[in-house]
């Protein structure tokens, strides 16, 4: 399994925009889905985006949708996550993850993702 490390994440104001990125060690080939989640203190973790690199598709949550864009580099190892117009309520640690079972296209769920980064700390306010 691969290693994931975030970086992109501070301090910004309300309507600023950030690009997050996660860089993986090693061949992502096997996986099936790359992920970025977000926890706020006291909040359940939540998912942003995935990309399903076989086929190309993404999908993003509702909270985010319009907003935020899920890339990925031409090798594959470094998976992106563009959020504009952000706002304090996108306060929250970010974290990528990568899913190695096709599980992770049938609901959007932590619980799918196997390998996880630590983190990048994102604060919005004024």
């Known amino acids: 399994q691969v290693q994931l490390a975030e970086s992109g994440g501070g301090s910004v104001q309300p309507g600023g925009s950030l690009r997050l990125s996660c860089t993986a060690s090693g061949s992502t080939s096997n996986t099936a889905c790359m992920g970025w989640f977000r926890q706020a203190p006291g909040k359940k973790r939540e998912g942003v985006a995935y990309?399903?690199?076989?086929?190309?598709?993404?999908y993003y949550a509702a909270s985010v949708k319009g907003r935020v864009t899920i890339s990925q580099d031409n090798t594959g190892n470094t998976l992106y996550l563009q959020i504009n117009d952000l706002t304090p309520e996108d306060t929250a640690m970010y974290y990528c993850a990568a899913a190695y079972s096709s599980l992770c296209l049938r609901s959007f769920d932590a619980q799918s993702y196997t390998t996880w980064g630590q983190g990048t700390q994102v604060t919005v306010s004024s």
């Open positions: 990309v399903y690199p076989r086929g190309g598709s993404t």
